[in-house]
Every structure is written in structure tokens, then in C-alpha cells.
């Protein structure tokens, strides 16, 4: 049983650029949650899908934007790069039957230089 | 507000010392508590979780009890070994508006040696 998956593990952009994270979540979980964890930090929430929609939304400008696709997997979007965003993105799935816990991926380390 | 204070790191210990790391906890609802655990390069593993007064969750030796009247859920292990090097994040749910939501501490780093 494959757990949550991220693409890619390491990525390296630019200021001002754009990027795309995916995430595949675990077998039977719907709903998909996004984090951010800065270096030294604990993981913020970004935001979380369910059915297709944006659920709930972290303090995050909106050049962070998302999508869920029907097969429950999901995108992140960050516009307009800033040397700030670099972190370890992470993805996190969950049941929404079942609520928590949630199970996360190994993430997407990305570097804005 | 939801919000996670956590026991500053970094923590270093001798293989078989006993080990507490603190958490305290401010939520606006009623939430479930958690410890995950973070090995280099991995993402996060949950390794206990308490979701109402007076539970305790354990797992691998580790042990935590939701104290309400304290607000605390500190993580206390009676043996560590090597193998428990990693950083540790304690993290609140709300099961309120935010569910599916976690919050969490800054994390403890824990280093074992032998």
C-alpha cells in the first residue's frame, strides 16, 4: 500500500519564477492538505482540499494557489518566487470519514535562488 | 487563537538516559494532541496522539498524557536509544471549524549518542 507521494524530491528555481508540486495520497484518503516547513521550523499549514475545492486556507498570499483532480490527487502552485519560499513542502492525506491522523509524504525541497 | 509551545532544542542524551520533552498547548476548542517524529530527509511520522483529557498515547516506549488542566502533552520516553535521533513536533488539531488542520510547535531536536 503506497503511501503519500510527492514529485519532485529536490527543486531548484529562480526568483520570480513559477513552480508545481504533486502529491498522490494514500490509498482511500480524499482530502489533501499542503504545509510549508522552513528550515529550523515547524511545518505551516498552506491550505486543504476535498472535493475539488479549497477548504480552509493557511496565511499564505495568494501566489499560493492549488487544485485537487478527481483521482483525489493534488498541485501546488507558487507564482512570482521569492527567495522566502524556500523550504520543504509538504503534502498531507487524510479520510474525511475518518478525520485525522494525517499521513504525510517525504516532501518537496525547493530552492529559490 | 490555536498555538503550540514547544521545549527548546536541541536535546542531547546518552543511550538509556530517560528523556521529556515539553508541550504545552493553547486551542479555542476542544482539540486532539499529537507528537510526530521527523528522521533526516523523511517527512513526518505520526508516533502518538491524544484526543480527549486524561488519555495517554504511546507507541515505541514513547509515552504522552493529555493534561487539560495544564494544557500540556509533554513526550517522555524511559530509555532512549541511537536509533531515536530525530526532531520531534508536537501539533494541535481543532476539531472545530479547522479540522484537518494542524498546528504546530517550532520541534525538539534529539540526539542520541551511544
Known amino acids: 500500500d503506497a503511501g503519500v507521494t510527492q514529485s519532485p524530491t529536490h527543486l531548484i528555481k529562480t526568483r520570480g519564477q513559477q513552480v508545481t508540486l504533486r502529491c498522490s495520497p494514500k490509498?482511500?484518503?480524499?482530502?489533501v492538505s499542503w504545509y510549508q516547513q522552513a528550515l529550523g521550523q515547524g511545518p505551516q499549514f498552506i491550505f486543504q482540499?476535498?472535493?475539488?475545492?479549497?477548504?480552509q486556507r493557511g496565511n499564505f498570499p495568494d501566489r499560493f494557489s492549488g487544485h485537487q483532480f478527481p483521482n483525489y490527487s493534488s498541485e501546488l502552485n507558487v507564482n512570482a518566487l521569492l527567495l522566502g519560499d524556500s523550504a520543504l513542502y509538504l503534502c498531507?492525506?487524510?479520510?474525511?470519514?475518518?478525520?485525522?491522523?494525517?499521513?504525510f509524504g517525504n516532501g518537496t525541497r525547493l530552492t529559490v535562488t | 487563537g490555536n498555538s503550540v509551545t514547544q521545549m527548546e532544542g536541541p536535546v542531547t542524551l546518552s543511550e538509556e538516559a530517560f528523556l521529556t520533552i515539553n508541550c504545552t498547548y493553547t486551542?479555542?476548542?476542544?482539540?486532539?494532541l499529537f507528537w510526530y517524529v521527523q528522521y533526516p530527509g523523511e517527512g513526518l511520522q505520526l508516533l502518538l496522539k491524544?484526543?480527549?483529557?486524561?488519555d495517554k498515547g504511546s507507541n515505541k516506549g514513547f509515552e504522552a498524557t493529555y493534561r487539560k488542566e495544564t494544557t500540556s502533552f509533554h513526550l517522555e520516553k524511559g530509555s532512549v536509544q541511537v536509533s531515536d535521533s530525530a526532531v520531534y513536533f508536537c501539533?494541535?488539531?481543532?476539531?472545530?471549524?479547522?479540522?484537518?488542520?494542524?498546528?504546530f510547535g517550532r520541534g525538539t531536536q534529539l540526539t542520541v549518542w551511544p
Open positions: 482540499y476535498y472535493e475539488e475545492e479549497e477548504r
Open positions: 490509498s482511500g484518503h480524499d482530502t
Open positions: 498531507a492525506s487524510s479520510s474525511r470519514v475518518g478525520g485525522s491522523p494525517l499521513h
Open positions: 486551542a479555542t476548542g476542544y482539540p486532539s
Open positions: 501539533a494541535l488539531e481543532d476539531r472545530g471549524s479547522t479540522l484537518g488542520r494542524l498546528y
Open positions: 491524544a484526543t480527549k483529557a486524561d
